[in-house]
């Protein structure tokens, strides 16, 4: 690990020393720009706090854990309580979080949390032992096991069942498990032969085991029945925070799209950051483990019906999720 530590910190070199011009998804002209405008000082007294999801909810910040560290303390951590708990007192600035949690967050206390963008859309795969599947219709009558029961993600995929004309709990036999990791168990003795798993899980498995294949992209089928991309994670921001500190914030959403258009079209660099945080083992396992995370950043007014089109999804099926209703027009940094 310190041998890639360093491979990563050289590597940072030569992507500062070129001032990010390969960074992004526009043009170097564009990039350049983008870090003009939001210009500070290098070095701050106190830097501002991110606590990041580990997998896809994080993933895009995983280049702030070693680029400009010295404005920006990143931490990742496993659950989404954890998170949320450094949110609320004050222990984390900006923060990751699924689209429901954030919602609920904000609900609950008041508006105490802001969504600065979203950070990835569907990151959900079916997996399948064989090649029967083709579409979301032809899981129909069978066998699959998944590991959300009860969440979000659970919701989402209902819906598009349901608008492929299937009943989730009549024309389906979906086996819960405890979590991700111990579904994914299951392909290693090769029991189960249609899974729903998200990044990195998904990636993992068809690295691991040959006899697996990608059979849908979740993300794909969702496209297919919304006008509206499948927002699943976002970053947030304490309004406190945002309110005292508006220079640094606009700094952050600046350097976040940068950050995630880095990942997304570097292909040979961008894995050094998952490696870094152990999110994977090879970099060429990240180099599947990136796409498949849909990371994308949504920012503005064009956050705001996509995220829409979920929390309605989750408020109709359980309210409970988001807090008990769709928050107001004060959830989004920017609009």
């Known amino acids: 690990m310190n041998n890639l530590k360093k491979a990563a910190a050289a590597l940072m070199a030569l992507i500062m020393l070129f001032g990010f011009a390969a960074c992004g998804g526009g043009s170097g002209e564009e990039t350049t720009e983008a870090l003009t405008e939001t210009a500070t000082s290098y070095i701050r007294e106190i830097k501002t706090k991110i606590a990041a999801l580990n997998g896809p909810v994080g993933f895009g910040l995983t280049k702030f854990s070693i680029d400009r560290e010295y404005n920006y303390e990143t931490a990742f951590y496993d659950t989404t309580d954890e998170v949320v708990a450094l949110l609320k007192n004050g222990q984390a600035d900006i923060a990751t979080l699924p689209i429901d949690a954030a919602a609920k967050l904000y609900n609950e206390t008041n508006g105490a949390v ?87 899980y998904a990636s993992k498995v068809l690295s691991n085991n040959q006899e697996y294949r990608r059979a849908l992209d979740i993300n794909a089928e969702w496209n297919k029945i919304s006008e509206n991309k499948l927002v699943q994670s976002v970053v947030v921001a304490r309004s406190e925070y945002i309110d005292a500190n508006p220079d640094i914030i606009k700094e952050f959403v600046s350097y976040n799209k940068i950050s995630i258009n880095y990942l997304n079209t570097n292909i040979y660099s961008a894995p050094v950051f998952l490696l870094d945080e152990g999110f994977c083992e090879t970099a060429t396992l990240a180099t599947y483990i990136i796409p498949a995370s849909n990371l994308a950043f949504i920012g503005g007014e064009e956050m705001k019906p996509a995220v829409n089109a979920i929390l309605d999804i989750l408020n109709q099926n359980n309210p409970e999720l988001i807090g008990g209703k769709i928050p107001d027009d004060g959830f989004y940094y920017g609009v």
């Open 114 to 200: 802001k969504i600065l963008a979203v950070n990835s859309l569907g990151f959900f795969s079916v997996v399948e032992k064989g090649e029967k599947i083709k579409s979301i219709k032809d899981l129909k009558g069978k066998t699959v096991y998944a590991a959300y029961q009860g969440t979000a993600y659970e919701n989402v995929i209902n819906y598009i069942f349901e608008q492929n004309g299937i009943n989730p709990e009549k024309n389906i036999d979906i086996q819960f498990k405890a979590d991700n990791a111990e579904a994914a168990m299951l392909t290693d003795s090769g029991t189960a032969e249609i899974l729903i798993l998200p990044e990195p």
